[in-house]
T-cell receptor, first 112, second 112 residues
Framework: EADIYQTPRYLVIGTGKKITLECSQT?????MYWYQQDPGMELHLIHY???????EKGDLSSESTVSRIRTEHFPLTLESARPSHTSQYLC???????????FGPGTRLTVT | GENVEQHPSTLSVQEGDSAVIKCTYS??????FPWYKQELGKGPQLIID?????GEKKDQRIAVTLNKTAKHFSLHITETQPEDSAVYFC???????????FGKGTTLSVSS
C-alpha cells in the first residue's frame, strides 16, 4: 500500500488567485495521476505522469498544469482560479505496467 | 468508444444481507479490473482487483467475478455491515493502456 499525501486538505480562495495543490508519495512509484471529482460522483482524469519530466493531459480538459521534477512530487497549479474550478482533486500513484493506483485523501477546493 | 457502465447507482440493504454491484466494459482487450471503496471525505481505496486470466477472486467477505465473454465484472459483498456503507467504483484500463476509466459509482447503504 502506498503512502500518498495531499496538501492542503481544504482550500477556500477568491477568483483570480493562483494556487498549487501538492501531492507527494513515498513509495517510489513511477506513475502519478490527478483526478477531478464532484462529491460522490465519478472520477475524471485530468493529468498523468509516467516519470520525471513526463506529463500528459487526461481525458477531461482542464485549465490546470502539472510538473514532475522529482519522482515523489506531482504538484498541480491553477494560474487563475474560477468558481468553475470548485471540486475535489484526487492524486494517485502506481507502479509501472500493473495499473494499481493508490489514492491520496484529496483536496477540496472552493473558489468564491 | 471506451466506456465503463456501473449499476445500480444506489443500493440499500439490511445488515447481514448480500450486495452485488455490476460493471460492464467496452474494450475487449481490457485485462485488469479493480474495485475501489470511497468513504465520506476520503480518497478511494483499492479493495480488490481481478485480472483477465481468472474468473473469480475472493478476500474474506468480498469477491469479484469476471465474465470476459459478456464483458462484465461484479463485486459481491456478503454478510454486509454498517461500515460497508460507502461509494464503490469499478474501473478498467483505457484502450491505450495509459490510465483507468472509472464507473459512475454505487452508493451502498447498510442499515442495522
Amino acid at each position: 500500500e502506498a503512502d500518498i499525501y495531499q496538501t492542503p486538505r481544504y482550500l477556500v480562495i477568491g477568483t483570480g488567485k493562483k494556487i498549487t495543490l501538492e501531492c507527494s508519495q513515498t513509495m517510489g512509484h513511477d506513475k502519478m495521476y490527478w483526478y477531478q471529482q464532484d462529491p460522490g460522483m465519478e472520477l475524471h482524469l485530468i493529468h498523468y505522469s509516467y516519470g520525471v519530466n513526463s506529463t500528459e493531459k487526461g481525458d477531461l480538459s482542464s485549465e490546470s498544469t502539472v510538473s514532475r521534477i522529482r519522482t515523489e512530487h506531482f504538484p498541480l497549479t491553477l494560474e487563475s482560479a474560477r468558481p468553475s474550478h470548485t471540486s475535489q482533486y484526487l492524486c494517485a500513484s502506481g507502479t509501472g505496467g500493473l495499473y494499481e493506483q493508490y489514492f491520496g485523501p484529496g483536496t477540496r477546493l472552493t473558489v468564491t | 468508444g471506451e466506456n465503463v457502465e456501473q449499476h445500480p447507482s444506489t443500493l440499500s440493504v439490511q445488515e447481514g444481507d448480500s450486495a452485488v454491484i455490476k460493471c460492464t466494459y467496452s474494450d475487449s482487450a481490457s485485462n485488469y479490473f479493480p474495485w475501489y471503496k470511497q468513504e465520506l471525505g476520503k480518497g478511494p481505496q483499492l479493495i480488490i482487483d481481478i485480472r483477465s486470466n481468472v474468473g473469480e477472486k475472493k478476500d474474506q467477505r468480498i469477491a469479484v467475478t469476471l465474465n470476459k465473454t459478456a464483458k462484465h465484472f461484479s463485486l459481491h459483498i456478503t454478510e454486509t455491515q454498517p461500515e460497508d456503507s460507502a461509494v464503490y467504483f469499478c474501473a478498467a484500463p483505457n484502450q491505450a493502456g495509459t490510465a483507468l476509466i472509472f464507473g459512475k459509482g454505487t452508493t451502498l447503504s447498510v442499515s442495522s
